[in-house]
């Protein structure tokens, strides 16, 4: 049984940067997505990496911003975040990949309890 658990929310200024991992227990995982939902919103999809690294795929709102990356040695993936802006704030969450659709959220499963993240303007 696979279980994936987020870190590095927190709090950061409007322009500022942080790193959110997802990292894996129990068995390896494959293709990874990250999510998010603020309050009062669907969730939406903010990025997916294979389980080769290659290909990867971003939001448009967070293209040129995020990158997500991975290394399979740690079983972990990571977001990178910059150019934090305040409609970034939401719960980022992390699932496993199945198939059918890599922008689903219902293509995924095993998902994390999340991470915070609130941006200050």
């Known amino acids: 049984q696979v279980q994936l658990v987020e870190s590095g929310g927190g709090l950061v200024q409007a322009g500022g940067s942080l790193r959110l991992s997802c990292t894996a227990s129990g068995r390896a995982v494959r293709s990874v997505g990250w999510f998010r939902q603020a309050p009062g919103k669907e969730r939406e999809f903010v990025a997916h990496?294979?389980?080769?690294?290659?290909?990867?795929y971003h939001a448009n709102s967070v293209k040129g911003r995020f990158a997500i990356s991975r290394d399979n040695a740690e079983n972990s993936v990571s977001l990178q975040m910059n150019s934090l802006k305040p409609e970034d704030a939401a719960g980022y969450s992390c699932a496993i990949y199945s198939s059918g659709g890599v922008y689903d959220a219902r293509k995924y499963w095993g998902w994390g309890k999340g991470t915070l993240v609130n941006v200050s303007s």
């Open positions: 990496i294979h389980w080769s690294g290659s290909p990867a």
